[in-house]
């Protein structure tokens, strides 16, 4: 399934991201294991994360059983990491996390490999048009992205710079109540759900009692039907899961665009 081993390695490379700064290093890659049936290695660490054992092992526990002992940022990952393990899971793999001495971190997933056959190259002039990305004109739309992890954003805002949109930016829930307020001709969000301070929900609860219309589109690397639902609930028109396919995402924006002018 590659879409979920997409989105397993999306995860973590975020989850290392968050916790490195200039000079800090991350390295992400694969192997294939051939000791006795063939498996795909994947790895993600960095020299910069710091886990006490002790926090490593609450992490890699189900978050009700020590909600009062852990930091607001560990019982996110917490939930992460839950969500990973259910992915593992479905694909029959298996995860390891190896901490440095002093600090650093290793995640290595091994899933069943079987390798597929070689797909036939097919010449540009035989290439089918309508699979080739859409173009989209929206320079008369305003887009709000609420989204802290700033590889995420950066990589949203690049997608978006040919459709010609005003991109505002909010790191957190609280900004992106605090931007649509300062700016209520916004015409569509695509909110996280999972930030600090003030989560995704909380915040599209708070936007849709100013404006009930205004589109909102969840993202999540969340996989659960009960995050789905959490999100549809909480006021979300819509969502996407992560890591992000851009012409899917895309035309979801524009059915909700076309009817905001």
């Known amino acids: ?153 950066y990589l949203l805002e690049s997608a978006l710079e040919e459709t010609n949109a005003q991109v505002l930016h909010a790191k957190n829930g609280e900004e992106a109540v605090k931007i649509y307020k300062e700016n209520p001709d916004i015409h569509i969000i695509l909110m996280d759900i999972k930030m600090p301070v003030m ?3 909380e915040a599209t609860e708070m936007i849709k009692k100013i404006n009930p219309e205004v589109p909102i589109i969840a993202q999540t690397a969340f996989v659960v039907d009960f995050d789905k639902n959490a999100a549809m609930e909480a006021g979300c028109d819509d969502f996407v899961s992560k890591p992000l396919n851009f012409e899917s995402l895309f035309k979801t924006m524009d059915l909700y665009l076309k009817n905001t002018l």
Request: aromatic share 8%.
């Open 1 to 153: 399934d590659c879409s979920r081993v997409r989105q397993i390695m999306a995860q973590l490379i975020g989850n290392c991201l968050s916790n490195c700064s200039d000079g800090d290093e991350l390295e992400f890659g694969y192997r294939i294991l051939k000791e006795g049936k063939s498996r795909l290695m994947l790895y993600v660490e960095d020299n910069a994360s710091e886990y006490t054992r002790e926090e490593l092992d609450a992490i890699l526990k189900e978050p009700q059983l020590y909600q009062e002992s852990l930091t607001q940022d560990l019982k996110m990952e917490s939930v992460d990491f839950m969500v990973l393990r259910t992915m593992i899971d479905f694909l029959d793999g298996e995860m390891d996390i190896i901490t440095g001495e002093e600090k650093g971190i290793r995640y290595e997933i091994s899933l069943p490999y079987k390798p597929g056959e070689k797909k036939q190259e097919v010449p540009d002039d035989e290439l089918n048009m309508e699979e080739m990305p859409s173009v989209f004109e929206w320079a008369d739309y305003k887009i709000l992205i609420a989204e802290d992890v700033e590889s995420n954003y």
């Open 199 to 201: 989560d995704g929900l």
